[in-house]
């Protein structure tokens, strides 16, 4: 039994020391994916979604490697993300179908996902965005005298924004204790990568800001664990940023209107072949922390959690609507301080 049901982010959060939470936890987001589309098809969200089934790894990955006190800025592709830091299930779904329970109140939605009790600044939907604010995390840190990194992640198509170039240049020049994660899942919307970008490794572009620039591969979460550790550490040394491109795939197609048809035949096969929690799962067996044959119950257990978020979620009301002017300023009288990033 693990504890992957905690209600409380943080706790969720430390718990995935544990190998086998790791594992629960990427059986958490392919299940909290896989309902977020049925929610869809149900008539439950409104806008879009963009699912990551396919990342889980990075996401783990990453969040096992950085304390909860760092700061992660990620995009709309960012269910994944806020689960491996520790928003529960309900907080995540209840973001997304806009309901009360949800991590910003119902006020967000599946673009705006925010945390922070475990360092998720709120995802954004403008590509790259999150490059510069992540080195003003970091410069904010420096500032105070703090330990914390900041870890932004993006996609390949980002990495073509004049924001990830500043971002890195500055980043560099600046010494800071960034991260950059770019999750490289061969398209940028509907467009292959070789049709946008002229390199086919991303991580190549971090020798034009003389940083590292490390290739992993993004379907085993110790990958990307390991590669995490060392970039992290390397921040922490105060000896600067580090580029880290993790090789992935995404099951779905862009957002939950795309059929995804323009892949070639076979590519998906290909990948689904490698997928992260098999390969994980596999691991762990070998390691004697899963039975053999305990993968399947833990896939139902999972599934049946994300079941009793999901009821939760839709007895939750929507928010009031003059919520909506409630959380503009932190800093204005009578401001939630909750959402005050900047006072940490
Ligand atoms: C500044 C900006 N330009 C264009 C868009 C439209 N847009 C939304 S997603 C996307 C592709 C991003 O691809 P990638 O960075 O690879 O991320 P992925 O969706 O694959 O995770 C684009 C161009 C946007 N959101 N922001
Ligand atoms: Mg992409």
Known sequence: MTISNSNSPLARREALANRLEQLT????????????????????????????????????????????????????????????????????????????????????????????????????????????????AAMAARARGKDRIAVSIFGDGSANIGAFHEALNFAAIRKLPVVFVCENNLYGEYTRIQLSTPVEDIAIRATSYNMPGVIVDGQDADKVAEAMA?????????????????????????????????????????????DPIDIFASRLIEEGVLAAGGLEPLKAETREAVERATAEVLESPAPDLGEILSHIGAHSAGGDQRWNFWSR
Request: aromatic share 4%.
């Open 230 to 274: 060392a970039a992290v550490a390397r921040a922490r040394r105060g000896e600067g940023p580090t580029l880290i491109e993790m090789k992935t795939y995404r099951y779905s197609g862009h957002s939950r209107s795309d059929p995804a048809t323009y892949r070639p035949a076979g590519e998906l096969d290909a990948w689904l072949k490698r």
């Open 25 to 136: 936890r990427m059986i958490e987001i392919r299940s909290v994916e896989d309902r977020i589309q049925k929610l869809f098809a149900e008539g439950h969200v409104r806008g879009s979604t963009h699912l990551a089934s396919g990342q889980e790894a990075v996401s783990v990955g990453i969040a096992r490697s950085i304390d909860p006190d760092d700061i992660v800025t990620c995009t709309y592709r960012g269910h994944g993300h806020a689960l491996a830091l520790g928003v529960t299930p309900a907080g995540v779904i209840g973001e997304i179908c806009g309901r009360v329970i949800g991590c910003a109140g119902g006020l967000g939605g599946s673009m705006h996902l925010v945390e922070p009790e475990v360092g998720l600044l709120p995802t954004a939907a403008i590509i790259g965005a999150g490059l510069p604010i992540a080195c003003g």
